[in-house]
């Protein structure tokens, strides 16, 4: 049994991969990753050229009455179909099983912010895993901006969303709220400080599970505003130091995500500020003295020690 994409002849033969070793099942999945780019070309190319013909719209029906998806998925697709027909680097490499599928959607999605220098991204996909080629597409689309990333921001802010729905197959609630990467970040550091309250008080013998907790320290944010306030919840952002022009650059939150050094300003405004100095030449961390716990110490001196740069090519 076997699959063929029709593009550059790739092939996967099914295998049993019960007798394969772990460099074997490693190898495996390569081969499938690169058979998925080529085909994802090809959809993206079948997609295009209906939308080409009958508009977006028509495209998006077809995909999902031909592909069993839902509308917004399809709309999605489409929208990046549309996208990788005019960035020939990304779909030659997508076509060749080069870049990654998900590397040519972000690359598709950042075409649709901002002009980019789509060879260069192309370049790096291949190099890069997921989480280091976002932060790196996130960086040029800062770069490309010509203003530090607030406008990027800005965009991203406008297009917040929120929802509340009932899920049919089962009846449970969904909560699904989309912002941007500076309110992410500060949601994102008051529920994990809420989290770790409810991990200590709750009984050892009874433990929820990670996703259980998360779950409920959101509702007792949003339905008991008078309980007890997560203490320990810091924001890290990190900034090199501009030694010739005497000041910041570069400025990110601690996953490598850019954000506008105007926003570092803002954000002192309701913030304690804890210092750190970082000697990227002798690796010496320097910390500034506070009433913060020690784990926020660890979290900012990891940030700080990592700066997620691109690797050189």
Not at 34 to 49: C, N, Q
Not at 151 to 164: D, F, N, P, T, Y
Not at 166 to 188: E, H, I, K, N, Y
Not at 263 to 283: H, M, N, R, S, Y
Request: hydrophobic fraction near 40%; aromatic fraction near 2%.
């Amino acid at each position: 049994m076997s699959t063929s994409s029709g593009l550059g002849g790739v092939r996967v033969d099914a295998v049993d991969v019960a007798v394969l070793c772990g460099e074997g099942l490693r190898s495996h999945l390569g081969e499938i990753a690169r058979a998925e780019s080529r085909l994802a070309a090809m959809k993206a190319d079948a997609l295009g050229e209906i939308a080409r013909r009958s508009g977006e719209g028509a495209a998006a029906w077809a995909a999902t009455d031909a592909m069993a998806v839902s509308g917004r998925r399809a709309r999605g697709e489409v929208r990046d179909a549309v996208r990788l027909g005019e960035l020939d680097a990304t779909r030659e490499g997508l076509a060749g099983g080069e870049v990654p599928v998900g590397h040519a959607q972000l690359i598709a999605r950042a075409a649709g912010d901002t002009a980019i220098d789509e060879a260069f991204l192309a370049q790096r996909a291949p190099q890069e895993g997921y989480d280091e080629f976002r932060r790196t597409v996130a960086r040029h689309v800062a770069d490309v901006s010509r203003d530090d990333g607030a406008s990027v921001l800005e965009r991203q802010r406008r297009a917040r969303s929120g929802r509340i729905f009932t899920r049919r197959s089962d009846g449970m609630t969904v909560v699904d709220l989309v912002v941007d990467p500076v309110t992410g970040a500060r949601l994102g550091t008051v529920i994990a400080a809420a989290e770790r309250r409810l991990f200590r008080d709750e009984d050892p013998n009874a433990r929820r599970t990670p996703p259980q907790r998360t779950a409920d320290a959101v509702v007792e944010l949003i339905c008991e505003p008078d309980a007890k306030r997560p203490t320990g919840a810091s924001l890290i952002v990190v900034a090199d130091y501009d030694t010739v022009n005497h000041q910041l650059a570069n400025a990110r939150l601690a996953d490598g995500t850019p954000i506008a050094i105007a926003e570092i300003a803002q954000l002192a405004v309701d913030a304690e500020v804890l210092p750190a100095v970082f000697q990227a030449a002798t690796g010496d961390l320097r910390m500034g003295r506070s009433r913060r716990t020690a784990t926020d110490l660890q979290r900012a001196a990891l940030a700080a020690r990592q700066p997620h740069r691109p690797r050189p090519p």
